[in-house]
């Protein structure tokens, strides 16, 4: 293995470089492997060890373009096919990152299978939900005290005015109407909840970005006003109809969204608006400078979009940092406030959906996320 000069024990490295998830090869100038570690030896069927010395050009088919063709400083995954050492063809995602530590022309080569890869990205997601769901729990528990506390004074005051034989019929159908709405309150933000927590399979359905985002409100809104000096905002379009998504994954979207607009206005709090409209066909294009975030490229084909846009009052985005925003765990936030994987999760889900998501400065103050998905799947 190619030694890197470090003040840790030398066995923790080789301990990591071997345990990680994805396959890595290090390659020198001419493309021989210097190192690999156990994922990539497992993907192209060899042990680690056998690697070593050997040329890449044996991965690879004869009419398939080389690795070492592409350009070494965009680190953009490839998809392509590696032949393994049973002659198979296995599909792989590739990336190409130069290793000036290393020596001169040395090169990372990152390879992992499209099946691993969305393993871990499900993995992540859950992960990213079940902390999201502990910055939620005090803001949830604080919504549920409300309609609770009309139930226990409402059975109160019903049981007083019967020992006292004062309780007229209308007065007892107005307590049972009161208790009634309290409870399907308190039922619908359990269950907003309970799919918020669990929802790791996806599952498209027809719903509308109005329930999206009333879903999203029930789990923050009350923690937002009452402890960050946040109100938000909706001016949602009434004439969108109803689009098909994971209705519980495009939630989280926005409550990522919306959590990062309020640690952007902290302390001093401030508006958060949410607004939601339909793109013209002609004008998809034109969006996010012409760009898809899927990689699209920005293709002639018009699509019908509808868009959701979170604009916060915030301090903004600084240029250094705009182009790392959506990069699993970067944070600005400090240690321990943030896992860095919000905004990567949340261009994740959007782009399972055919859709795109990106982000801009305002020209007043703050910035402004917006997501589009295709109106039909």
């Given amino acids: 293995m190619v030694k890197l000069k470090t003040t840790s024990p030398p066995q923790f490295y080789d301990h990591l470089w071997q345990s990680l998830a994805e396959g890595f090869l290090i390659l020198d100038q001419r493309g021989d492997v210097v190192a690999a570690n156990e994922a990539a030896a497992q993907a192209l069927g060899y042990e680690p ?61 990152v390879l992992s299978e499209p099946d691993q890869a969305l393993r871990v990205n499900d993995a992540l997601a859950h992960t990213q939900r079940l902390a999201g769901i502990g910055t939620l729990m005090a803001g949830v528990a604080h919504e549920l005290v409300t309609p609770i506390s009309i139930i226990t ?31 399907w309150r ?30 999203a409100l029930t789990l923050v809104r009350h923690q937002f006003r009452g402890e960050f000096y946040v109100e938000v905002e909706v001016e949602a ?13 495009m939630t989280q979207v926005l409550v990522n969204l919306l959590i990062n607009a309020r640690d952007a206005m902290q302390p001093e709090g401030g508006t958060i608006r949410i607004e939601t409209w339909e793109l013209e066909p ?22 019908a979009e509808y868009a959701i846009a979170v604009k916060d009052n915030g301090t903004g ?10 990069n699993p765990f970067f944070t600005t936030k400090p240690s321990g406030k943030g896992t860095g994987l919000g905004l990567f999760l949340a261009r994740q889900i959007v782009e399972q959906h055919n859709g795109r998501i990106w982000a801009e400065n305002n020209p007043a103050a703050g910035a402004t996320f917006t997501v589009a998905i295709p109106r039909q799947q």
Wanted: with cysteine; proline share 3%; hydrophobic share 35%.
């Fill in 153 to 183: 004074n409402t059975c109160s005051n019903v049981l007083l005015e019967i020992e006292e034989d004062e309780l007229q019929t209308k007065d007892l159908i107005r307590y049972i109407r009161m208790i009634e709405q309290s409870v």
């Fill in 49 to 109: 060890d056998e690697l070593a010395g050997r040329s890449y050009r044996l991965f690879w088919p004869d009419d398939v373009s080389s690795p070492l063709d592409w350009a070494s400083d965009d680190h953009e995954f490839h998809q392509a096919y590696a032949r393994r050492q049973d002659g198979r063809l296995t599909s792989v995602n590739l990336a190409l990152i130069p290793l000036n530590a290393a020596g001169e022309g040395h090169q990372l080569l």
């Fill in 282 to 303: 002609t004008s998809a294009r034109t969006r996010h400078n012409g760009g898809y975030a899927n990689g699209s490229g920005g293709k002639e084909t018009a699509v």
């Fill in 237 to 249: 379009d009434p004439n969108l109809k109803s689009v098909v998504c994971d209705h519980n994954r």
């Fill in 317 to 326: 985005i600084a240029p250094e940092i705009k182009e790392k925003i959506f």
């Fill in 186 to 215: 308190c039922t619908r933000i359990v269950d907003v909840l309970r799919h918020y927590a669990v929802n790791d399979v996806q599952q498209m359905a027809v719903t509308s970005l109005q329930a999206i985002v009333e879903d």
